[in-house]
């Protein structure tokens, strides 16, 4: 079969399963564009470059498929580098395809041209600059299979015109890839295991960290059955949620600087740390020199990269928890700690007295109300995507979820503006699902040209926008640890609701608590997209994120949450 | 402290590029480098020198292997080495000082390789000791012009690395 370059492009996708293209075109990627209407391929087009990266990552992290984004050279190509590297730091399977100015102009600073493969050389799982149409075939194969395997992550794919509209004949590369220099699956080294079975079954006081790792294994209930075998308690990291049932009572939540104070408690009282799937980033272990002092540790990590890094391990193995977690299982005693068990139990229950969701409504509308409402009107059935900040923390504390259900969110990289594009990625790979971005007004901002994308592809992503008319996180550290200096945090906004008419999306503005759950449900009965602005309490207690573990401190010395001054008549009520 | 790594990679371009952009990431200071072909079409060894103490040569290590096109990679500084480094030296001479060189570089097991009027080029071949010491010997005379290849190693006995 004669096929140009630009066709390999789309056979090779179509080999490869994708439904979904998420991109913007330009002159070296126009080729490509140019036969995309000969195939069954669907093409996403997005408003700014950033946006496709973004939505081709919510799209992997929602469906578990390689996400796919384009672009062409130049601005086009360096706008995504922003969402190739927040996919990179959270693991996601993407492949991003950008044209590039023909060959002989390489080097040149020819018209839109940029250094892909060079700019991205440390975002990348890998890179590849086609130089001969004869290698496009096999290097679209390779760039899937890298992307999908290990520990996934994004490779981009830099395609020259002149390699585009080159001629050859097609023979569709065989399945498997073979390549020397990559071995996704780690070796189960036995007698580590042996040794890490030993640790826990002597362990008096067992937490298990379980992340990213454990929910990509699809190993979910094989770590329920290892926590309650253990009787260990079960702390979760921000991109782990949905890896252990919240509702569980061995169930810790979220750990780290904004995590659960007895989940912090528990990790630095422990005597055994279990860490799945997990990578000891800097926010989860605050200041290395105290943090988990009395415990021995295990660490499973699939990436060797990742095992004595941060925190050194007692033992440490390669491996993936797809094998290693029901190897480990067979290996595991039943035990009971109940001693350990009461101790976390009173943590908890201080935590619970704290929480500003169970004091007294003050008639101000506070962020963690916003998302307990959408919690109970959603039933913690939606698929919830966020943007960066504050609200992010309210949501990993106040969304609980029971079952590994897609929960997107840019935990490494932190990037603002991830949530709408994200989410349109993550409504296109389940159509079926109620899918709601929850972002603040800073990050919203950073992204809402997006909105055109939404209406144009007619999707029912429902949109919370939690307004504090700052850049709250920032604003909070500016209060907290900066003198309460505000420099540069206050926004001056424009009429959010009256912004999403434009586009014809239908929107409403709460500021009470006593409107939250019926706006959400009449956001919830539209066929297509709605808009909820949430304008909340903004400084101080009510507007601050706690518990937090200030910077440089370690775990255990958390800024609690406020004492409540007035009587706390809602503290016998558990919140889930 | 000083490492050495051998690394095995793909012959490609741009792979040295990924190799030292790992290394800068960290802030590593390479000391030397050098790459060539192997015995095996489409592989290349690279002999790696870098400032680092061993916890931080591990964790560039696996990053290293990481590396898509990095086949294998290992830290062999505590491994029985053979190690070699090359020199080019052009040292001023005289009628009165031309003899004396070249009895250094002979007791040096050195090469004279080119004689020119006033200058001598010396190849010399060893490892950094040797060299070293040779450079500093013809230092007294005058060196116009040195070039130094970086260290190559490889492991003793008889298992490939």
């Known amino acids: ?576 | 402290m000083s490492r050495t790594l051998i690394a095995l990679v793909e012959d490609k371009p741009g792979v040295l590029a990924r190799v030292a952009g790992l290394l800068r990431r960290r802030a590593f200071n390479i000391e030397s480098l050098t790459v060539g072909r192997t015995q095996e079409p489409g592989i290349s060894r690279m002999t790696i020198v870098v400032d680092s103490d061993r916890t931080d040569a591990e964790k560039v290590l696996q990053n290293l292997n990481k590396l898509v096109n990095v086949i294998d990679v290992e830290d062999v500084t505590e491994r029985a080495l053979v190690a070699r480094n090359l020199a080019l030296i052009k040292v001023q001479v005289n009628g009165g000082s031309r003899a004396e060189v070249m009895q250094i570089v002979d007791s040096f097991r050195g090469r004279v390789v080119d004689v020119g009027l006033d200058t001598i080029m010396i190849e010399a071949t060893g490892n950094e000791e040797k060299v070293e010491g040779l450079v500093q010997v013809l230092q007294a005379f005058g060196i116009v012009e040195m070039v130094r290849g970086g260290r190559v190693a490889m492991v003793r006995g008889g298992q490939p690395q």
Not at chain 1, 144 to 158: K, Q, T
Not at chain 1, 376 to 394: L, N, P, R, S
Not at chain 1, 422 to 434: F, K, L, T, V, Y
Request: proline residues 5%; aromatic residues 6%.
């Open chain 1, 1 to 576: 079969m004669r096929r140009t370059g630009a066709q390999i492009v789309w056979e090779m996708l179509e080999q490869e399963g994708v439904e979904v293209v998420f991109g913007f075109p330009g002159g070296a990627i126009l080729d490509t564009y140019h036969c995309l209407q000969d195939y069954e391929i669907r093409h996403v087009l997005v408003r700014h470059e950033q946006g496709a990266a973004h939505a081709a990552d919510g799209y992997a992290r929602a469906s578990g498929r390689v996400g796919v984004a384009m672009a062409t050279s130049g601005p086009g190509a360096t706008n995504l580098v922003t969402g190739i590297a927040t996919a990179m730091m959270d693991s996601s399977p993407m492949v991003c395809i950008t044209g590039q100015v023909g060959t002989s102009l390489i080097g040149t600073d020819a018209f839109q041209e940029a250094d892909m493969t060079g700019i991205t050389l440390p975002i990348t799982k890998h890179n590849y600059l086609v130089t001969d149409v004869e290698n496009l075939a096999s290097i679209m194969r390779e760039a899937f299979h890298i992307a999908r395997s290990g520990r996934p992550g994004p490779v981009l794919i830099d395609l020259p015109k002149n390699v585009q509209q080159a001629e050859t004949d097609f023979v569709p590369p065989k399945d498997e890839v073979r390549l020397s220099g990559y071995e996704p699956a780690g070796r189960v080294d036995a007698e580590q295991l042996l040794r890490a079975a030993e640790l826990i079954n002597s362990a008096e006081r067992p937490v298990i960290l379980a992340g990213h790792g454990v929910l990509m294994s699809g190993k979910t209930r094989t770590l329920k059955e290892l926590a309650e075998r253990m009787e260990a308690v079960v702390a979760l990291t921000l991109l782990g949620k949905g890896a252990f049932p919240e509702s569980h009572p061995l169930c810790l939540g979220m750990m780290g600087m904004h995590g659960e104070a007895a989940a912090n408690r528990a990790v630095q009282e422990a005597d055994l740390l279990l860490a799945l799937g997990m990578r000891f980033d800097d926010r989860v272990t605050g200041t290395l020199e105290q943090y988990a002092p009395m415990s021995r540790k295990v660490h499973i990590d699939a990436d060797a990269a990742e095992l004595n890094k941060i925190v050194p391990a007692d033992v440490a193995i390669v491996g993936d928890l797809r094998h290693v977690l029901e190897e480990l299982l067979a290996m595991i005693e039943p035990a009971s700690h109940e001693g350990w068990m009461e101790r976390v139990d009173h943590w908890r229950s201080q935590s619970r007295a704290r929480d500003i969701i169970n004091r007294p409504q003050n008639g101000r509308l506070v962020a963690p109300y916003v998302i307990d409402s959408l919690r109970k009107e959603t039933q913690g059935d939606a698929i919830v995507v966020t943007d960066v900040g504050q609200h992010q923390m309210w949501t990993a504390m106040y969304y609980g979820l029971d079952r590994p259900d897609p929960w997107i969110t840019s935990g490494g990289l932190g990037t603002m503006g991830f949530a709408l594009p994200a989410a349109i990625g993550a409504q296109i790979a389940q159509p079926d699902r109620e899918v709601w971005a929850i972002a603040g007004d800073g990050g919203f901002q950073m992204t809402m040209q997006e909105l055109g994308t939404l209406i144009q592809e007619d999707l029912p992503v429902r949109i919370a926008l939690v307004n504090n008319s700052y850049l709250g996180m920032v604003r909070q550290w500016q209060e907290l640890l900066y003198e309460g200096r505000y420099e540069a945090t206050y926004l001056v906004n424009p009429d959010f609701v009256r912004l999403v008419s434009a586009y014809g999306i239908p929107g409403w503005r709460v500021t009470e608590p006593a409107n939250a759950a019926a706006v959400i449900a009449e956001a919830r009965s539209q066929a297509g997209p709605a808009f909820i602005e949430f304008v909340v309490a903004s400084e101080g207690d009510d507007g601050n994120v706690y518990p937090m573990v200030p910077p440089g401190a370690a775990l255990h010395e958390m800024i609690r949450r406020p004492e409540a001054s007035v009587e706390l008549a809602g503290t016998g009520e558990e919140k889930e």
